[in-house]
């Protein structure tokens, strides 16, 4: 079955590092997006990609960057990790061309000491 | 910027007892969707709507969208207690090759 993985699932790492979450998804999606989950914010997009090669910064993109370089896979990168980062992430995908409704991962909870 | 504001921020119902979240966008609206997270979960696709006025149902769930494509509302007719979660709406906004406004969500809890 076609699914949508993240990983690591829990991370805990030190203010000032380099962090790189994974996004694998097998729906052979066009669209994929990387959301941040915090109390009383709801959903904040981060960074989107329509493609490969394509990637696009969302509402809370400082701090994060992504490359698509294949249809698979979003890596999200934050380049230096800071405590306001401390959040849980998803990655998402779509169809995005007959069907818009997003398919999301497990996510990540990311805590930065 | 583009919003989607989401009322109420929490609801507490007893078992039984029917349920209503709202969402209004500050413009039109290509299509809406909702989607639920279950505590400790990650989001989940419920529904999505399309045309103006559109109301589809699920079991005892009931999904409007509004004439004017701007507001929307999700309704649970004598809720249980797996109807446990946080219910968003998410708007797609026109011309969007995909990108969802999301709304900050309503917190469902049910007492037994």
């Known amino acids: 079955d076609a699914e949508i993985t993240q990983s690591p699932r829990h991370k805990i790492t030190e203010t000032g590092r380099q962090v790189t979450l994974a996004c694998h998804q097998t729906?052979?999606?066009?669209?994929m997006f990387w959301y941040r989950q915090d109390l009383g914010h709801g959903l904040r997009l981060i960074h989107y990609s329509y493609g490969v090669q394509d990637t696009n910064k969302g509402e809370v993109s400082d701090g994060y960057s992504v490359s698509r370089s294949n249809t698979e896979d979003l890596p999200l990168t934050l380049e230096s990790a800071a405590s306001s980062q401390t959040s849980v992430y998803f990655c998402?995908?779509?169809?995005?061309?007959?069907?818009?409704?997003?398919?999301f991962g497990p996510g990540t909870r990311l805590t930065v000491t | 910027g583009q919003q989607v504001m989401q009322i109420p921020q929490y609801q507490h119902v007893q078992e039984g007892e029917d349920f209503t979240t709202y969402c209004n966008s500050s413009?039109?609206?290509?299509?809406i969707q909702w989607y639920k997270q279950r505590p400790g979960g990650h989001p989940v696709f419920l529904i999505q709507l399309v045309k103006s006025g559109e109301v589809k149902k699920q079991k005892r769930l009931t999904f409007q969208f509004g004439e004017a494509k701007k507001n929307s509302s999700l309704h649970i007719t004598a809720t249980q207690t797996t109807d446990v979660g946080t219910y968003f709406c998410?708007?797609?906004?026109?011309?969007?090759?995909?990108?969802?406004?999301f709304g900050k969500g309503t917190k469902l809890s049910v007492k037994p």
């Open positions: 998402a995908s779509s169809e995005g061309w007959l069907s818009y409704e997003q398919y």
């Open positions: 729906w052979n999606h066009n669209n």
């Open positions: 998410a708007g797609l906004i026109r011309g969007s090759q995909g990108n969802l406004i």
């Open positions: 413009t039109t609206l290509s299509n």
